[in-house]
């Protein structure tokens, strides 16, 4: 039997080998809680500090203490969304998203309507690139934050972040990015782009789940949506997860360090999936053809169910998505394929592959040959 293939890195990415390697001396007799002073504690503040260290040095945010540590990308997204409205809304009370973000950050804006914000959503083109113009609309002084994804875990279109925070900051508003699917993967810099509050998951950079970061510019107040102890500033009270942050330090050095070489090597692969799916009859490519992750190919078929297609596939071996995994437990329509413009019967065709370290050109034919084949006897069935 063939081995498997891996093509959900969006939903969950597999440990880096040299991460776990360096994290096993967090797990055999390590015990040591980063509030005491006494040797094993102060060993763990060391680990917890190098790993911010590392973090901040990824996304080239000049002081480490910007970055604080979270449970996930999800957790970090509500501390930026509804920690920096709440904390600043005597300044406004409007919240700005795009259409397409993902739903970490769409439900915690949309929760805010409760304590009396407006939500004012932006459109996007019909490759998922944000509406610059309507964006200049939806913002105003009244704004207390704007969140826009750097790249789109759906469609892997990547947006104009720096043209997105001069808007922003123009009039006088704060930015929050959800990097979490782009950091590790193209080069993000939250001094140079103009980032305010950006979002990191420690999974997606090869590191442990449930773990994530969240980077605050000096100096931006934000109010903690859990209370408990003073850890990490007070924005995510709790014993720090040592094991789980020193391992998502590592892979943030590691990211850095591969990122150039990994990319470009996915990118060749990724270009080939794309040139042999789309030969595919009435196979078609959503986000960006251009600007996109470079580990990101993403498609649509017309007249067959995005579920059949995972299942057929994963039948054969392949394991792909049909939209995010954080909305696939539904059987609506993503509102992502939505916003660029696709009826509803197109947007339930979606098939989205997301490579990783383990994935290798020679892959390629396999998956193409899976695809047609799953796509001609799904339609022979199909309603449709």
């Given at each position: 039997m063939a081995e498997r293939i891996y093509l959900d890195h969006a939903a969950a990415v597999p440990v880096h080998p040299n991460v776990l390697r360096f994290g096993m001396r967090f797990l055999e007799g390590f015990a040591g809680n980063p509030s005491m002073i006494y040797r094993e504690g102060l060993e763990a503040q060391a680990a917890v500090a190098r790993a911010r260290e590392e973090v901040a040095a990824l996304i080239g945010a000049g002081d480490p203490n910007a970055i604080i540590f979270t449970g996930g990308a999800t957790e970090s997204n509500n501390i930026a969304i509804r920690g920096t409205a709440l904390r600043n809304r005597r300044s406004g009370n409007g919240v700005v998203v795009s259409a397409i973000e993902h739903i970490s950050v769409l439900n915690p804006a949309k929760d805010l309507q409760k304590s009396g914000f407006t939500l004012t959503p932006v459109g996007v083109d019909r490759y998922g690139t944000i509406d610059l113009d309507a964006?200049?609309?939806?913002?105003?002084?009244?704004?207390?934050?704007?969140?826009?994804?750097?790249?789109?875990?759906?469609?892997?279109?990547?947006?104009?972040?720096?043209?997105?925070?001069?808007?922003?900051?123009?009039?006088?508003?704060?930015?929050?990015?959800?990097?979490?699917?782009?950091?590790?993967?193209?080069?993000?810099d939250v001094e140079?782009?103009?980032?305010?509050?950006?979002?990191?998951?420690?999974?997606?950079?090869?590191?442990?789940?449930?773990?994530?970061?969240?980077?605050?510019?000096?100096?931006?107040?934000?109010?903690?949506?859990?209370?408990?102890?003073?850890?990490?500033?007070?924005?995510?009270?709790?014993?720090?997860?040592?094991?789980?942050?020193?391992?998502?330090?590592?892979?943030?050095?590691?990211?850095a360090a591969e990122m150039p070489a990994e990319s470009e090597r996915?990118?060749?692969?990724?270009?080939?999936?794309?040139?042999?799916?789309?030969?595919?009859?009435?196979?078609?490519?959503?986000?960006?053809?251009?600007?996109?992750?470079?580990?990101?190919?993403s498609f649509r078929f017309s007249r067959i169910e995005g579920e059949s297609i995972q299942l057929a596939m994963n039948a054969l071996g392949i394991a792909v998505a049909t939209g995010s995994a954080c909305t696939s437990r539904t059987l609506e329509a993503s509102h992502v394929l939505?916003?660029?413009?696709?009826?509803?019967?197109?947007?339930?065709?979606?098939?989205?592959?997301?490579?990783?370290?383990?994935?290798?050109?020679?892959?390629?034919?396999?998956?193409?040959?899976?695809?047609?084949?799953?796509?001609?006897?799904?339609?022979?069935?199909?309603?449709?």
């Open positions: 964006l200049g609309t939806a913002v105003t002084p009244e704004t207390v934050v704007t969140s826009v994804q750097y790249a789109n875990d759906e469609i892997g279109t990547i947006q104009p972040i720096r043209e997105v925070a001069e808007i922003v900051h123009d009039r006088g508003g704060v930015l929050h990015v959800d990097a979490a699917d782009a950091a590790g993967r193209i080069p993000v140079r782009d103009g980032i305010d509050l950006l979002t990191l998951s420690g999974n997606q950079l090869g590191g442990p789940q449930g773990t994530g970061a969240l980077y605050i510019r000096p100096g931006l107040r934000v109010q903690p949506v859990l209370v408990g102890g003073g850890q990490e500033r007070g924005l995510r009270p709790g014993t720090e997860d040592v094991f789980g942050i020193a391992c998502m330090g590592e892979a943030a050095r590691l990211a996915l990118r060749s692969i990724r270009d080939a999936l794309i040139a042999g799916i789309t030969e595919i009859e009435d196979a078609f490519l959503t986000g960006h053809p251009t600007e996109r992750l470079p580990h990101h190919a939505l916003a660029i413009g696709l009826a509803h019967d197109e947007a339930h065709g979606s098939m989205v592959a997301t490579l990783g370290r383990e994935n290798s050109p020679d892959e390629v034919p396999r998956i193409v040959d899976a695809a047609r084949e799953t796509v001609k006897r799904l339609r022979a069935i199909t309603p449709l």
